[in-house]
């Protein structure tokens, strides 16, 4: 019913920029949260950057101060501006949101299909 689309991934060196947007689309009634996480092979996925339907950001702390995560409510998306990028920010970045699809307001998660993002030293 809901469908997540990620964009923007790709391959860049230390110190570059990446933004990533993300789509929601479908049988949409109302987002709540939206955010993005991010997972290495062998490692636990891991919260990025959270953004309530208000607009209050939540960070993880290695990323503070080179991450902005934004969202058009009107649109349904969400972007992450990634700036001064470092190799350990390598991974498969996911896409995240909390969708309620009809006015009983029961909310599910969905998840994006993950876009790689890789960083050169």
């Known amino acids: 019913q809901v469908q997540l689309v990620e964009s923007g991934g790709g391959l860049v060196q230390a110190g570059g920029s990446l933004r990533l947007s993300c789509a929601a689309s479908?049988?949409?009634?109302?987002?709540?949260?939206m955010g993005w996480y991010r997972q290495v092979p062998g490692k636990q996925r891991e919260l990025v950057a959270t953004?309530?339907?208000?607009?209050?950001?939540n960070y993880a702390e290695s990323v503070k101060g080179r991450f902005t995560i934004s969202r058009d409510n009107a649109k349904n998306t969400v972007h992450l501006q990634m700036n001064s990028l470092k190799p350990e920010d390598t991974a498969v970045y996911y896409c995240?949101?909390?969708?309620?699809?009809?006015?009983?307001?029961?909310?599910?998660?969905?998840w994006g299909q993950g876009t790689q993002v890789t960083v050169s030293s």
């Open positions: 479908g049988r949409i009634f109302s987002i709540k949260l």
């Open positions: 953004i309530t339907s208000g607009g209050s950001t």
């Open positions: 995240n949101a909390n969708v309620a699809t009809s006015g009983t307001l029961y909310y599910s998660n969905y």
